[in-house]
């Protein structure tokens, strides 16, 4: 199928999938060809998990029931760092990773969630993806281990929260922060000790005192899983100011797929990206008011000279993970042009 044609596929498919969540599962008419499990980061009935779900659905709708998935939520066979290799291997169909907990399986995937100190700016992402290149970058990278990468979604900024407050850089040192990947080489850089640990085990690790602050994904993080009951205290400064996640598919499974399937998949993932992003903006307010009603504090404003050693533990980073492998060497060129 020509480019042409896809694209005009796509637009079709995307233009018929508006309000596609309303229709009811009784009225697919065909039986499956096709039975996909999906692996997601989050637990039953968080609001990002339900998001998955929508996901889920909408692939079984637009294709007139020829595809059927079984959504698989965080710890139901397959952990929040055994996603990756879960997709690569065929273990699950469909995964939604978080990148940062696999930074030593694909590297580039940690300048694709987006560096510490990274822009928040949606119309700068949109140009790094779709006009610099990162799309046919992460296509190839994903796809030299066996996936197939597809529409990234972009999610909130992130924040810490912590059970002491922090009213001045200093406060990080010696602080045990659960923070993978990129933000734990920021806040080691801020004399912090990082820990990587699934989301789902932040709480109990928090009341326990095996750590003393979480990074969240986002604010709808830290309110779905109950943090401020254990940790009151949140850090002015994001970590980073968006985050960009894909969605990936096991590749030998997707090119079992007709090219109509293909591109029902692609048209639902990129429905996914947009509930994504117009859902997180309303929540995240949502979530903070929530959670500053059941004791939430803010950390004072911080000096200029702490916003200065923030922005200077994060100066070092994007040289060392384009150092990493030859696609975050390219990403990350494609960023410093930006």
Known sequence: MSTTKGRKLLSGLLAAAIGVSSLAASALSYAAEYNWRFANLYGRGTAYGEVYENLAKNIEVMSNGRIEVQVLYSGEGVGTSGILSAVKSGLVTMGAPFQSMHAGELPAGVVEIGLPGGTADVGELSTLFHEQGWSEILTEAYGSQGMTWLSPYI???????????IKSIEDFKGLKIRAPGAYGKFLRNLGASPVSLAWSEIYTSLATGVIDGSIGSNMIDHRDGNHVEVAKYMYRLPLA??????IVVNTKQFNKLPEDLQAIVRAATTVHSQEQMTKSILWESQAVAQMEEKGLKWSPEPSTADIEAWRNAGKSLAKEYSNQDKYSKQLVEQLEKL
């Open 241 to 246: 100011g968006a985050q960009v996640l894909p």
């Open 155 to 165: 999610q909130p900024p992130v924040y810490i929260i912590t059970k002491k407050e």
